[in-house]
Structure formats: C-alpha cells, structure tokens
C-alpha cells in the first residue's frame, strides 16, 4: 500500500478562516490481491461489543474460580436498541469482606463516541492491571473503588457508527439538566447515566 498527503489540503488550507492553523488530507493506494475479495479499511483498530462481553466473562469465569471477592458485575440498564451496559466495580473488601462505604470512587467511561475504539483498550488494560497481584495494583484497590462503564454506546458500536446512537445524536452534547430551556431531546443512554449518577454519587 502507498500513502501520501493528498495535494487538497492546499484548497482546504485557503478556505480556512482559523488560520495558520492548517489541515491535512492523507491520501493511498491500495491493490487488490485477488479478485472477488473483501476488503475491509478501518479508521482506528476494531473493538467490537462482543469482544467487551467476552473479555467480561473471561474475567467473570476467572473471580468465580478464584472465590474472588475483589470484582462486582451489574448493568445501569439498556441502551435505545436493547443492548446491556455494563457496569464493573474493582476494590479490595475490609478483613471482614466488605467494601468499606466511604472509599473515594474513581468512575471512568468509554466509547460514548462509538467510533473511538482506542478507550476500550485502555479500559481493558486498566481492568486486567486492577485485578493483578502487583503491588501497585493492590494500593489502589485498597484505597480505592473503580467503577468501569466500558461501552456507554453500544447502539453505535453495533451499528458502526462513529459519534452518534441510535437517535442520531452525539452524546457528548446531549446532558441536559433539568429544566434545561436547549433541551430538545432526551437520549435513552443519557439519562440512564444521569439517573445512575444521581443515585450515587448525589450526597
């Protein structure tokens, strides 16, 4: 395959009121190997809603063959299209074996852009890392309490979309308030996070 800058970036460049800010346009070249083949050209590498299920139960199978109590599995509900959004909390349980209530909570979400695949790398690895013997891993547990909601879109990671779910709206812009006058519409996943936040983070 062959890559060059594309020679566009020079008119996109003069229409550009933010200058000298300036633009690319990376241009290839790609041939075929065999006919009546498929090719598939990917933006970022793939990962897919079932690969988060799969990790999921990999590390389910894994805490229950352990006895450990180290890991916790829920959902905060289902996304527009039916989809399960997980919900996984890491810590380290007291002599007693429970959680201690007023550990600080670290909440960290991914792929509300469907499309931005890199986060649910990250999300994986830190997962992994949390529930390792490393001692680094340990302190945090210890001190305190992860919770992972890996795909906050798993419509638009189904459907390949790269911003937006199913109501065709990008999330990010999406978290009215109450009463918010911009408010136009409410999105399904939104506002199950929001209930979710407010349920438990909102004392």
């Known amino acids: 395959m062959d890559y060059d800058i594309s020679p566009y970036h020079e008119e996109i460049n003069k229409m550009n009121p933010h200058k000298p800010k ?12 065999t006919g009546n083949d498929d090719v598939y050209f990917s933006y970022t590498v793939p990962y897919s809603y079932s690969q988060l299920l799969s990790h999921l139960r990999q590390v389910k199978e894994l805490a229950e063959s352990q006895s450990s109590k180290l890991i916790t599995f829920s959902s905060i509900g289902r996304s527009n299209g039916g989809f399960d959004i997980p919900l996984i909390k890491i810590t380290s349980p007291d002599s007693d074996g429970n959680v201690r209530i007023n550990k600080p909570t670290v909440l960290i979400i991914g792929r509300q852009h469907s499309g931005e695949t890199y986060s649910s790398f990250i999300i994986h690895g830190l997962i992994n890392f949390l529930l390792q013997k490393d001692p680094v891993a340990k302190k945090l ?47 399904t996943e939104v506002e199950l996070f929001r209930a979710f936040a407010v349920e438990n983070f909102s004392r």
């Open 22 to 33: 300036s633009y690319y346009c990376m241009s290839f070249d790609y041939k075929f190997e």
């Open 141 to 187: 547990r210890e001190k305190l309490e992860f919770w992972f909601i890996p795909m906050m879109n798993p419509d638009g990671i189904v459907c390949g979309n790269y911003r937006c779910n199913t109501q065709g709206k990008d999330m990010n812009r999406f978290f009215f308030a109450d009463g918010d006058p911009e408010c136009q519409s409410r999105l």
